[in-house]
């Protein structure tokens, strides 16, 4: 089947394309390294992801915008994966609680912690980190995305790179470089009360 009968077969709602979406787009997406771990804290299942896109395509009608540049799947796979890394538990109104608390029953596997010492410290440090993240944020967002796939989902830079459709793997690793320095001065910035 060509990209073009596979658009038509979206486009008009038929079974048979929209089959083909969940096989060839929605499971390896929600599969994948880079979205399978944010899907999870999130409680978004692959389903959502399929009626996301539905809405999206058939709903408001962005299914026209396909040109033939490209290939469908590549097309959709690119609003698959925004919808996974803009994905916020509060806007959902949902939290995944599968973690919360250990297999026997006893207290909260994460507790913020209340006395001093080194739990504190790591609090702060985690808070300093995020107030940074949020700058880098603000100034470039894909930028932040970089820096979030490379730091918390460890991807490499080629994985990155294709992610975020970035020309090269050095380009990554430049990118990567600037925000490490970023984040540094953003830091010291913030200790001086800036």
């Known amino acids: 089947m060509t990209d073009n009968e ?16 969940w096989d060839k787009v929605i499971k390896p997406e929600s599969k994948s390294l880079r979205s399978a771990e944010m899907m999870k804290r999130y409680s978004l299942t ?3 992801l399929l009626s996301m896109l539905y809405e999206e395509m058939i709903g408001r009608g962005k299914i026209n915008l396909y040109r033939g540049e490209g290939s469908f799947q590549g097309w959709l796979k690119r609003y698959v994966r925004g919808y996974v890394l803009n994905a916020k538990a509060s806007v959902r109104g949902e939290i995944s609680i599968e973690n919360a608390y250990h297999s026997d029953g006893e207290a909260a596997a994460l507790e913020i912690p209340v006395q001093a010492g080194k739990d504190i410290k790591h609090n702060e440090v985690w808070k300093m980190t995020h107030i940074c993240l949020k700058d880098l944020w603000n100034k470039d967002p894909e930028r932040a995305y970089v820096h979030l796939l490379k730091t918390r989902f460890h991807l490499s830079s080629e994985e990155v790179k ?6 090269s793997a050095a380009n990554v690793d430049q990118i990567f470089s600037r925000n490490i320095k970023f984040m540094r001065e953003a830091w010291v910035k913030h200790e001086n009360g800036a």
Do not use: A, N
């Not at 596979?6 to 979406?21: C, P, R, Y």
């Not at 294709?162 to 020309?167: E, K, V």
């Open 162 to 167: 294709d992610f975020l459709d970035i020309s």
């Open 6 to 21: 596979w658009f038509e077969l979206v486009k008009s709602q038929d079974d048979t394309g929209w089959k083909l979406v």
């Open 46 to 48: 692959d389903t959502d």
